[in-house]
């Protein structure tokens, strides 16, 4: 048998989920490693329909975030946003206070997996937080 369309599977157990809370936004190993544990991302904001997206960025890049840099393979994966003013333009985008937020999302991927979509409309109310917001 002829392996050479074959790549090595890296398994990162758990689903890629977003949790937004008034403590800060958190994306899960998985949502990190399927974006292939980039140095620098961005987020960008579509008000309009109620959708953000975590984009690989390089550094210089205009909005560009730190991620994944300088951390080592073993290292904890989960990235966590933590701006207020970003939290309170989610809950406006949400039609909800800066207390409620509270909300899990699963994210979508394209552009060969380099943008994650968050679907602010498929949030899922989360009935308790550890405060962490990971997966």
């Known amino acids: 048998m002829d ?3 074959f790549k090595t599977y890296n ?3 758990g689903i ?3 949790t937004i809370a008034k403590h800060g936004m958190g994306f899960s190993k998985k949502a990190i490693s399927e974006l292939g544990n980039p140095a ?5 904001v579509n008000e309009l329909d109620k959708q953000m997206a975590l984009a690989v960025a390089d550094k210089d890049e205009e909005g560009a975030i730190r991620c994944m840099e300088g951390k080592e393979a073993d290292e904890s994966r989960n990235f966590r946003l933590n701006g207020k003013s970003l939290l309170y333009k989610i809950a406006q985008m ?3 206070s800066f207390e409620e937020l509270n909300f899990k999302i699963v994210g979508e991927f394209f552009d060969d997996n380099r943008v994650m979509l968050i679907d602010l409309n498929k949030a899922r109310k989360e009935t308790e937080t550890n405060g962490e917001g990971e997966e």
Do not use: Q
Not at 40 to 44: D, R
């Open 3 to 5: 392996f050479a369309k």
């Open 11 to 13: 398994f990162v157990p």
């Open 16 to 18: 890629c989920t977003v």
């Open 40 to 44: 620098y991302v961005k987020l960008l």
């Open 94 to 96: 949400m039609d909800c």
